[in-house]
């Protein structure tokens, strides 16, 4: 559905300027590796919607490259194998996490924080849904450039 309105979006765009390149990638989040994500190439910005059990396995593998790029080890490509070439790949420099499970959110940030070099620049929550016990919760980390 998001590539029909990206589409839709286009013709139209603001004041006849084009809309910036985009790239819908649907991924089992269950089962990332670090050569899947540099396969997918490069992006910018990411905006990641998890089911309620987290994105742990793309944070980990995002986590990984970033090991790689820092010492200069290739990490295991997600076939065994310790020779990823990153190839040019860089991490995107925000990623936003909309969260229906504020315990995800929560591990899935302390590995973004902790091992891939992000910060949570901002985060709220928001209760689409009165008299229950469910909120979303929204986050945005962004690449720590110090």
Not at 11 to 32: D, I, S
Not at 109 to 120: F, S
Request: charged residues 20%.
């Amino acid at each position: 559905r998001s590539r029909e309105n990206y589409a839709s979006n286009k013709a139209p765009a603001h004041g006849g300027r084009a809309l910036a390149a985009t790239k819908f990638v649907a991924r089992n989040l269950f089962e990332m590796t670090p050569g899947m994500l540099v396969a997918d190439g490069a992006a910018d910005k990411w905006l990641v919607d998890p089911p309620r059990e987290g994105a742990f396995e793309l944070f980990k593998a995002l986590a990984a490259l970033r090991q790689q790029a820092v010492t200069g080890v290739p990490c295991d490509d997600g076939g065994g194998q310790q020779n990823l070439q990153l190839d040019g790949w860089t991490p995107p420099r925000r990623i936003v996490y909309v969260s229906c499970n504020p315990a995800t959110l929560a591990r899935d940030a302390g590995v973004l924080v902790n091992d891939a070099g992000y910060r949570c620049s901002s985060a709220g929550v928001v209760n689409m849904f009165p008299h229950t016990a469910h909120v979303e919760s929204i986050a945005v980390f962004d690449l720590n450039t110090d």
